[in-house]
């Protein structure tokens, strides 16, 4: 299976705003949900945001109001909008199918410091 290629982390102090993308193999999307996950040491990868593939959306409590999941499916595409980030939100940002998980790609890290 392809992995999926996730892009637009960076570093951002609190209060700042990122927006990743993540473009994935037809197979993946063509019959699911997307969601994205992030990992942090000593922690459980962990589902923040999923989309299905009729738009519908859900999020973890943490990131509710301030994260934003959305889905070309032309494009084979899923993007994250992230703003008023916290230094929580700071992890390895990977997207992959929604909730059976398939190849899992290199992610994108996010450090959010001052």
């Known amino acids: 299976q392809v992995q999926p290629v996730e892009s637009g982390g960076g570093l951002v102090q609190p209060g700042g705003s990122l927006r990743l993308s993540c473009a994935g193999s037809?197979?993946?999307?063509?019959?699911?949900?997307m969601a994205w996950y992030r990992h942090t040491p000593g922690k459980q990868r962990a589902a923040v945001a999923s989309v299905s593939r009729g738009g519908v959306t859900n999020y973890n409590d943490s990131v509710k109001g301030r994260f934003t999941i959305s889905r070309d499916n032309a494009k084979n595409t899923v993007y994250l909008q992230m703003n008023s980030l916290k230094p929580e939100d700071t992890a390895v940002y990977y997207c992959?199918?929604?909730?059976?998980?398939?190849?899992w790609g290199q992610g994108t890290q996010v450090s959010v410091s001052s």
């Open positions: 992959n199918s929604w909730p059976t998980v398939g190849s």
């Open positions: 037809g197979s993946m999307f063509s019959a699911n949900a």
